[in-house]
């Protein structure tokens, strides 16, 4: 989970360095509730700290990310990010700083958001002007400082079991980001997008995002998704503590090699975390669609996931709902519901709203089954129940709401907006 923070006062965006900062923060959590320094730079600035299995890493401009360790029940992630949010906002006032739990930060333009680290940026940004001519400095430097996600990760218990979550989830994956759209306004403007986070980050590595067609077919298997992935440009390998760029393939790098440098195994884990779609397999799955929400929505996020993945047969409810939908259609709805969310029109000439309410209705029958046969005393269906509020009685997104309340009741008023994101 990643949000940025502002200064109370002016609303002006927190910086890294500096007494009240990220990294003021940082020492905080490390001072005086129980967090250890695992990753610092060579001048000692913090890069990740570490609690109890979780960490949190920090993003391009310093922002704060929680990664969570392992769980066995929803319950219990759910109080980690509740505890996290209330941890890191306690710690804030001390500072005046108030976080904003959205996909994008919406009030900040590029040049007032400073790196953490710039020069490792800069050396970044020459590379990727040197070999991709496309590259948008200006939008991808939005990207690093602006965007923020939340990533629901889950095991599989075999390689069938790992291409049926992967297929379902990127099947419906319009449907789940449209849910929980969160991400319409840059320097407090409508954006144009309902879901800016993901558009943004498609124009900036169409190579790296986009969905490929193999990822559809009734064979795929470990190997053709690793074959996928060698094929991708190389972005860095590490040696030394010297970040190295390579222009090559992986599959080129592999078997050529690059000046003195041969690959490594941790060469190939980099690597794959350079793809950036929307759901990806590693030793586990990981998907990665959602904007951040706020704090009264989170609970509704693993829980969905979890439920929609729990067997064979929920999975095969999840693709009915879009098997008429060809790959082309795929592709065109990823533009479509960026724009327009739950009011999207499908293939199938419904709106993406009325697949929403199915979705959910899946979802609920699959959490309170378990429920049933497993004798919880908590029914996880209870999760759920804020993004129905949106999805069945709002019949609209968070990104819908948030827009028709700025430019209504809150009159445009920044700190209405603010409130609303911190419940």
């Not at 129905?388 to 008023?413: C, D, T």
């Amino acid at each position: 989970m990643e949000r940025s923070a502002v200064f109370d006062n002016d609303l002006s965006p927190v910086q890294y360095s500096g007494t009240s900062g990220y990294l003021a923060i940082l020492n905080k959590l490390v001072e005086e509730v129980g967090w250890e320094i695992v990753d610092q730079d060579e001048n000692g600035n913090i890069i990740a700290l570490k609690r109890g299995g979780s960490e949190i890493h920090i993003e391009d401009d310093g922002r704060l990310e929680l990664i969570s360790k392992p769980r066995k029940g929803l319950l219990n992630l759910c109080r980690e990010y509740q505890m996290h949010i209330s941890e890191i906002s306690e710690i804030s006032k001390e500072f005046g700083i108030r976080w904003i739990s959205m996909g994008w930060q919406p009030f900040a333009k590029n040049e007032e958001i400073i790196y953490a680290f710039a020069h490792k940026n800069r050396i970044h940004h020459d590379h990727f002007q040197t070999y991709f001519p496309d590259f948008q400095k200006y939008t991808y430097q939005g990207w690093e400082k602006k965007n923020n996600g939340i990533h629901v990760n889950f095991g599989y218990t075999s390689e069938k079991d790992a291409i049926d979550k992967f297929q379902t989830l990127l099947k419906i994956s319009p449907i789940l980001v449209s849910m929980f759209a969160n991400s319409p306004l840059n320097v407090s403007k409508f954006s144009g997008f309902l879901i800016n986070r993901p558009h943004t980050t498609f124009i900036c590595c169409p190579h790296r995002t986009q969905i490929q067609k193999i990822f559809f077919e009734r064979d795929l298997n470990f190997e053709k998704w690793v074959d996928f992935l060698m094929d991708l440009p190389i972005r860095r390998i590490t040696r030394k503590g010297k970040v190295i760029f390579i222009p090559l393939s992986f599959r080129d790098f592999l078997t050529i090699g690059f000046q003195k440098y041969t690959p490594r195994i941790e060469d190939f884990y980099i690597h794959l975390k350079s793809f950036w779609g929307e759901v990806r397999i590693k030793q586990y799955i990981e998907y990665r669609g959602f904007d951040t929400v706020p704090p009264h929505l989170l609970s509704s996020i693993p829980a969905i996931i979890r439920a929609l993945t729990l067997n064979s047969d929920v999975m095969q409810a999840c693709r009915n709902l879009v098997k008429n939908w060809t790959f082309t259609d795929h592709l065109e709805m990823r533009g479509e519901v960026y724009k327009h969310a739950l009011q999207a029109d499908t293939p199938d000439r419904k709106k993406i709203l009325d697949l929403a309410k199915e979705l959910l209705e899946i979802a609920s029958f699959s959490l309170k089954e378990r429920h049933r046969e497993m004798k919880d005393r908590f029914d996880a269906s209870r999760l759920l129940w804020p993004i129905k509020e949106y999805i069945f009685v709002r019949e609209q997104s968070p990104a819908e709401y948030l827009m028709e309340m700025w430019n209504g009741e809150w009159h445009r008023n920044p700190r209405k907006l603010l409130e609303w994101s911190e419940k």
